[in-house]
């Protein structure tokens, strides 16, 4: 019973930070033209975030993605790290939920 309350904060964790990171991620949106320019350095930063939180193959592609989406002008407003998170624990099959 006590694995599952630990899960579950792990769970929340993430996606408190995730909700943070995005936000982060979409404040350059609020500012023309020198958001663009702030997402230079924002993408790989996310990138390496993203593969921190969230191990193995989704880790992986999801750094990808975000990666792309940061450097990609006008998409700030993805939430690639709430959209990872919803995909991690809804919708990723139970057999690939290793050590995430």
Same mark, same amino acid.
């Given at each position: 019973m006590?694995?599952?309350?630990?899960?579950? #904060? #792990?769970?929340?964790?993430?996606?408190?930070?995730?909700?943070?990171? #995005?936000?982060? !991620?979409?404040?350059s949106?609020?500012? *023309?033209?020198?958001?663009?320019f702030s #997402?230079?350095?924002?993408? *790989?930063?996310?990138?390496?975030?993203?593969?921190?939180?969230y191990?193995g193959?989704? !880790?992986?592609?999801?750094?990808?993605?975000?990666?792309?989406?940061?450097?990609?002008?006008f998409?700030?407003?993805? *939430?690639?790290?709430?959209l990872t998170?919803?995909y991690?624990?809804?919708?990723?099959?139970?057999?690939e939920?290793?050590?995430?």
């Amino acid at each position: 019973m006590q694995d599952l309350k630990v899960i579950n #904060d #792990d769970r929340m964790t993430k996606l408190f930070i995730g909700l943070l990171l #995005d936000g982060i !991620g979409m404040m350059s949106f609020t500012i *023309p033209l020198l958001g663009e320019f702030s #997402d230079v350095i924002w993408a *790989p930063i996310a990138a390496f975030l993203m593969t921190k939180m969230y191990k193995g193959r989704v !880790g992986k592609v999801a750094s990808i993605l975000t990666f792309v989406e940061e450097v990609l002008p006008f998409t700030d407003i993805i *939430p690639s790290f709430t959209l990872t998170w919803i995909y991690t624990y809804f919708f990723q099959n139970s057999s690939e939920n290793k050590e995430i």
